[in-house]
């Protein structure tokens, strides 16, 4: 593999032979790390069980993988909710489903918890979508899954993302500044809109009124 990854630093655009070796040797790549993160929270799934890391596998990921707090956080709610499933054994060794899927199953295990409806058949359902029409669509049934379960969920994470928004300058010791903005959907939509706009007119006036209305490294 090392072997391939030096050939491929001498090919040349149109080589279209050697483009296609090397993407499947990516694709090969991606697979292989796919089935890693799958096992991973298989592993972790019996490691949860058994009590195995002190602090709880969240932790553990935290403090033993190269990832963020939140990215841990993510990874040991995905090993508690689905890692033990016997019907997603064999997806998530397959190589076939990222991360992203990974977490859209733990979602959707989390939306049926308690309420009745059958786990194993929504996360196939689940499965099926994100295989034959990729995550994004994936996710799009589960939230309407959520909603259709409980029509107050959309109200509930709005409130929560309200009461998270906030927007701050912190102004460094060279004379930088450093602007941190936490926004929910609403507001981003309106703040977004607002720079667009701005944007546009100065790109208006650059290329039409030839006016320089920003410095060049802008």
Do not use: N
Not at 138 to 145: H, N, P
């Amino acid at each position: 593999m090392a072997e391939c990854l030096r050939d491929a630093q001498d090919l040349r655009a149109g080589d279209r032979e050697g483009a296609d070796v090397l993407l499947e040797l990516a694709q090969m790549l991606g697979r292989r790390e796919q089935a890693g993160h799958g096992q991973l929270i298989r592993a972790l799934a019996q490691a949860d069980r058994v009590k195995a890391a002190r602090g709880g596998v969240k932790a553990w990921a935290a403090t033993h993988l190269d990832v963020s707090d939140g990215r841990a956080r993510s990874i040991a709610e995905c090993a508690r909710r689905i890692g033990a499933i016997p019907q997603l054994a064999e997806p998530l060794a397959s190589g076939r489903i990222g991360a992203d899927t990974v977490r859209v199953l733990s979602r959707t295990a989390k939306a049926v918890a308690g309420t009745g409806v059958d786990t194993a058949a929504a996360l196939t359902a689940t499965l099926v979508t994100a295989e034959a029409e990729g995550v994004t669509a994936a996710a799009k049934q589960i939230r309407a899954l959520e909603h259709t379960l409980d029509p107050d969920t959309g109200k509930d994470v709005i409130a929560r993302q309200r009461a998270r928004s906030f927007y701050r300058v912190v102004e460094l010791e060279d004379g930088l500044c450093r602007f941190e903005v936490l926004l929910d959907a609403v507001r981003a939509t309106t703040l977004r809109a607002a720079v667009d706009a701005q944007t546009a007119d100065w790109i208006r006036q650059t290329q039409y009124d030839h006016a320089s209305v920003l410095p060049e490294d802008v």
